[in-house]
């Protein structure tokens, strides 16, 4: 399995970023997604993620400012960050999971059930 990040950058606070992962290589049909971030001297937090039938779940610190997106046609997941602030200011991990498959799972932002994890791009916003 291969997540590649890009899109990270440096922007004004108030300002927007769209982050994009491709993915490729999964050995399952039932994919679940999610972007992740950690900064210095933080652990990694969950930020939205994804299930393969579309539901999501989104950390209340960017509840109305992020959004997930996934273009399976493309194999590709978005991130659209708007209303930035200093304190999104972290690396940002794509990251996956094999399984769900039920309409009604929500998945989890705890990283530990995400398998798979791409190398991560940088996020630096100025005040």
């Known amino acids: 399995v291969h997540l590649v990040e890009s899109g990270g950058g440096s922007v004004q606070s108030g300002g927007s970023l769209r982050l994009s992962c491709a993915a490729s290589?999964?050995?399952?049909?039932?994919?679940?997604m999610g972007w992740f971030r950690q900064a210095p001297g933080k652990e990694r937090e969950g930020v939205v993620t994804?299930?393969?039938?579309?539901?999501?779940n989104t950390a209340d610190s960017v509840l109305g400012r992020f959004t997930i997106a996934r273009d399976n046609a493309k194999n590709m997941l978005y991130l659209e960050m708007n209303r930035l602030k200093p304190e999104d200011t972290a690396m940002y991990y794509c990251?996956?999971?094999?399984?769900?498959?039920?309409?009604?799972?929500?998945?989890?932002?705890?990283?530990?059930?995400?398998?798979?994890w791409g190398q991560g791009t940088q996020v630096t916003v100025s005040s």
């Open positions: 990251a996956a999971g094999c399984g769900g498959g039920n309409w009604r799972w929500i998945p989890p932002t705890q990283p530990s059930i995400f398998t798979y």
């Open positions: 994804l299930s393969n039938e579309g539901r999501t």
């Open positions: 290589g999964f050995p399952c049909s039932s994919v679940f």
